[in-house]
């Protein structure tokens, strides 16, 4: 009948529309999702240290206001340009890229200390870490 045929598509044409929304469906399922880096609030000398040991790419970690003094010495590696040397650091960040440190206000900045004055020690050392962002901390 010719009314059946009015409201038949030709293959042709519904050829064509299946295979673009083919297209786009497969074009979406193996799009890769777009990586989105983390925020991670620390208010804690623990949760600093773990932060910056497990920060990604492109992380920003943010430091309550505070005083950061740890209880005990890290005893990391340091590397300089004359070689390795056995001064502890308090807080390290090491071959990490891209990441930024930040207070989480301008105007009540956290402070970063050592145990104790004049020990020798480095409060904040950061080794291979390019595109490295550090704002609003005190380091006492």
Partial sequence: HMSDMKNTPTCSHDLKKHALLFGLA???AFTPAAVS????N????SQLRSALANAASGDEIVIAAGTYKPSTVTTPQLYTTDGVIKTAAMFQISN?????????SSTNKPILKS???GDGN??????RAPGLIIRD????
């Fill in 96 to 104: 990490k890229s891209n990441v930024t440190i930040r207070g989480a």
């Fill in 37 to 40: 880096a983390a925020i991670i």
């Fill in 42 to 45: 620390v208010s804690t000398v």
């Fill in 137 to 140: 901390i005190k380091i006492d």
């Fill in 115 to 117: 145990l104790s004055p």
């Fill in 122 to 127: 480095y409060i904040f050392y950061a080794q």
């Fill in 26 to 28: 497969s074009a979406l």
